[in-house]
């Protein structure tokens, strides 16, 4: 069983910046494990938003946040990390990180393909 705790969500501006922190397991050997960022808004389904590789070489992200969010992990510190710059209130939404035993970064975009999942951490954008 993996486990993911979400952290970093919070209330924030438009035009400013946060950093959500995923920490799994101790006991995972996270390098197995092809990460993703997903999100989801009131009403709406969850959707991704940036994936990571196994070894972290590659990543994707969703047409809506390219150039704003940065995908990270570290698979030392079994940590995975979500660099949000230029925030704008379409940005808010319920923020969950997922871990499939996949290798690559897109096999993880579709929110069926995660085995695991964290418990979400909020984030509020305010205009």
């Known amino acids: 069983q993996v486990q993911l705790v979400e952290s970093g969500g919070g209330l924030v501006q438009a035009g400013g910046s946060l950093r959500l922190s995923c920490a799994v397991s101790?006991?995972?050997?996270?390098?197995?494990?092809?990460m993703g960022w997903f999100r989801q808004a009131p009403g709406k389904e969850r959707a991704f938003v940036a994936t990571?590789?196994?070894?972290?070489?590659?990543?994707y992200y969703s047409d809506s946040v390219k150039g704003r969010f940065t995908i990270s992990r570290d698979n030392i510190q079994n940590m995975v990390y979500l660099q949000m710059n230029s925030l704008t209130p379409e940005d808010t939404a319920a923020y969950y990180c997922?871990?499939?035993?996949?290798?690559?970064?897109?096999?993880?975009?579709?929110?069926?393909?995660?085995?695991?999942w964290g418990q979400g951490t909020q984030v509020t954008v305010s205009s």
């Open positions: 990571i590789s196994r070894s972290g070489k590659s990543t």
């Open positions: 101790a006991r995972t050997i996270l390098s197995t494990y092809a």
């Open positions: 997922g871990a499939a035993k996949t290798d690559r970064a897109y096999d993880i975009i579709t929110p069926t393909e995660v085995d695991y």
